[in-house]
């Protein structure tokens, strides 16, 4: 299951309505939106949209009923047993050897502030600011101790720019933590203070 | 050895301006309260200047800082007594007049020779300007992250006796913790405030640590990258900094330290800057 998928599960489980709900459906053979809504004493809306959303998920079927001349739907479970289960190795960044081939160096004029711990060779957090004018925000973002130290290392503004690895070597960083410092090279990136130079 | 600077000229007044400032309070004081109110004044602020050179003796090692603080002794005397004796003159007296005026001649030949051979001179600008020699490359680049520089064998005693040489001549301020040592180069003018600490975090200004490890590393600040005529290429300049503390720190360490100081002389920069 993906994230948004359990997102999606989550959020609907975590109406104050929703176990109520699901009772009628486990009990009930088939049942409408407008039957919830009374029977709970609900919103006809907030039943409709909980049903359908359940509906998405795959989790009841529904089948349109005629009353008179007016059709509606009435709505079955389809399963009994609602499981979650999420792979969170699906968002873990493998380093790729194109990633770590990357030749990066500080941008310049980035704007960005760096503070230096008081009794080692690392950053212990960058300052960046986001948009323009009244609207600028300052954003803080604490490092761990290995983006620190490669932070420490990244060439400088118009220096010989460095590939990822060779700053890794440098800094003295195991090469298990490549994907947390590919994380901090992507996010500096999007916020204008590294720069990529492909092949140099 | 080049004569060409590469910082712009001296503009701070700072240091004058705090030695200066004793004349329009003793001038106010006088008015308001009377000569002898300002009398007392004076010595109450040369009392202050006595404890400022005490203590930069003590932070630093630096023997001229304790001349310094000597003569504001013997002047601070003279005026508590001159205040204290009400409608006579003490100069009218022979034994004071003598005193003064020798001891005037004493501390003057004295403090002029410390001003001419540099020894109360705190070496920033020398430091700066060294740092800056190799350097051709134009090209801003400035950030405020710290460069590494390089790694140097060393004891703890080594380079604990380096920053007490570079205190003592006055070369660098050092910061001292059970991993760094933080040496922060300081401009004439700038001392007041670092030394009594008005000038924010040392972490903040131009320095170079020596960590436990061997590491060098150089931070400049952007105050001091200004300083200088041209945007010099920011990373050379950097290294160049770390590179001027270890040339020193291997002088020091064969010693040589006498090195260090001549290289510094040579550069001819004016006394007061």
């Known amino acids: 299951?993906?994230?948004?998928?359990?997102?999606?599960?989550?959020?609907?489980?975590?109406?104050?309505?929703?176990?109520?709900?699901?009772?009628?459906?486990?009990?009930?053979?088939?049942?409408?939106?407008?039957?919830?809504?009374?029977?709970?004493?609900?919103?006809?809306?907030?039943?409709?949209?909980?049903?359908?959303?359940?509906?998405?998920?795959?989790?009841?079927?529904?089948?349109?009923?005629?009353?008179?001349?007016?059709?509606?739907?009435?709505?079955?479970?389809?399963?009994?047993r609602l499981v979650i289960d999420i792979d969170l190795m699906q968002v873990k960044r493998e380093p790729s050897p194109h990633s770590l081939a990357l030749y990066i160096r500080e941008k310049e004029a980035a704007g960005a502030r760096f503070s230096v711990a008081r009794n080692d060779d690392y950053i212990t957090n960058v300052t960046i600011w986001t948009g323009k004018g009244r609207e600028m925000e300052e954003r803080k973002i604490k490092l761990t101790t290995p983006q620190g130290r490669f932070l420490y290392h990244l060439p400088f503004p118009k220096a010989e720019p460095l590939t990822v690895e060779e700053i890794m070597q440098k800094a003295g960083i195991d090469e298990r933590l490549a994907p947390e410092i590919l994380d901090l090279v992507q996010l500096l990136e999007k916020y204008n203070v590294i720069e990529s130079l492909e092949g140099k | 050895m080049s004569l060409v600077r590469k910082l712009k000229p001296d503009r701070n007044i700072t240091g004058v301006l705090v030695s200066l400032s004793i004349l329009p309070i003793f001038g106010l004081t006088s008015l308001i309260f009377g000569i002898s109110t300002g009398m007392y004044t004076l010595v109450g602020m040369v009392g202050l200047f006595g404890i400022y050179y005490l203590y930069g003796f003590i932070r630093t090692g630096n023997i001229a800082q304790l001349v310094i603080c000597l003569y504001t002794v013997f002047f601070g005397y003279i005026l508590f007594v001159a205040a204290g004796t009400g409608k006579e003159s003490p100069?009218?007296?022979?034994?004071?007049?003598?005193?003064?005026?020798?001891?005037?001649?004493?501390?003057?030949?004295?403090?002029?020779?410390?001003?001419?051979?540099?020894?109360?001179?705190?070496?920033?600008?020398?430091?700066?300007?060294?740092?800056?020699?190799?350097?051709?490359?134009?090209?801003?680049?400035?950030?405020?992250?710290?460069?590494?520089?390089?790694?140097?064998?060393?004891?703890?005693?080594?380079?604990?006796?380096?920053?007490?040489?570079?205190?003592?001549?006055?070369?660098?301020?050092?910061?001292?913790?059970?991993?760094?040592v933080t040496l922060v180069p300081i401009k004439m003018g700038d001392e007041f405030g670092r030394l009594l600490g008005l000038s924010g975090d040392y972490r903040d200004a131009t320095w170079v640590n020596f960590d436990a490890d061997g590491e060098v590393s150089v931070h400049i600040a952007q105050k001091d990258y200004l300083d200088y005529r041209e945007m010099l290429a920011f990373d050379q300049l950097c290294t160049s900094l770390g590179q001027v503390f270890i040339d020193f720190f291997s002088h020091y360490n064969q010693g040589e330290g006498v090195r260090v100081i001549d290289r510094l002389d040579e550069l001819k920069i004016a006394i007061f800057s």
């Open chain 1, 1 to 80: 299951m993906d994230f948004l998928t359990a997102a999606k599960y989550a959020s609907l489980l975590s109406k104050d309505y929703a176990e109520d709900i699901f009772r009628l459906l486990v009990n009930y053979q088939a049942i409408s939106a407008s039957e919830v809504a009374t029977r709970l004493n609900l919103h006809i809306k907030t039943a409709q949209d909980f049903l359908e959303a359940l509906e998405q998920l795959d989790i009841l079927t529904k089948e349109e009923v005629l009353e008179k001349k007016r059709p509606y739907y009435r709505y079955s479970l389809k399963q009994t």
């Open chain 2, 91 to 180: 100069f009218e007296r022979i034994e004071f007049g003598l005193a003064y005026f020798l001891g005037l001649i004493f501390f003057g030949v004295v403090i002029i020779s410390i001003a001419l051979t540099r020894k109360a001179k705190w070496r920033g600008r020398e430091i700066f300007e060294l740092a800056a020699e190799p350097i051709e490359d134009i090209g801003n680049g400035y950030t405020s992250r710290p460069r590494p520089v390089g790694k140097v064998d060393y004891s703890p005693q080594q380079v604990h006796g380096f920053a007490r040489f570079c205190a003592r001549n006055l070369i660098a301020l050092p910061y001292i913790t059970s991993k760094n």
